[in-house]
């Protein structure tokens, strides 16, 4: 990445501070994978985004974006309207799921923290922690919920 990108990216979307080092986000604008442990948010606009290694970061996926997480996210993630995620590997922290957007844990997959749902939850694998929103939770053929509703 140039200079002069990091800079806009550093102006749009902040810095990150893991492990006391300013980082601007890693921006997604096409298809990509990452297959190695990153520190950092990552923030997708566009294309196909796959983790297969470990994020330990804020994950935000826009409009249209799918992401297959096959690896371990750690942090937060922020699925908006016309996103979808498939998970097999595991998601711990909060997600977020405004309506419109879509996450299904498959099988091997599992979701472990606080889950606000507005949009559309398929649970095949696992899901323990607290849920609140106004979405659909649906438990389908084998899947696990550990989960209590929040007091609103």
Do not use: W
Not at 87 to 104: D, K, L, M, P
């Amino acid at each position: 990445m140039s200079d002069k990108e990091a800079l806009r990216q550093a102006d749009e979307y902040g810095l990150n501070i893991p492990g006391n080092r300013a980082l601007p986000r890693l921006v997604v604008t096409e298809d990509c994978t990452l297959t190695d442990a990153h520190e950092g948010d990552v923030h997708v606009e566009a294309g196909a985004f796959r983790l297969a290694g470990s994020l330990r970061g804020n994950l935000d996926l826009m409009c249209g974006v799918q992401a297959f997480l096959s690896g371990t996210q750690r942090g937060n993630v922020a699925v908006a309207k016309g996103a979808t995620v498939v998970v097999t590997g595991a998601i711990q922290g909060r997600t977020q799921v405004a309506s419109g957007g879509v996450v299904i844990v498959e099988a091997t997959g599992r979701i472990l923290g606080f889950l606000v749902n507005d949009g559309e939850v398929v649970i095949r694998g696992m899901f323990g922690g607290y849920y609140a929103g106004s979405g659909k939770l649906r438990l389908e053929c084998d899947g696990l919920s550990r989960s209590r509703k929040a007091i609103q």
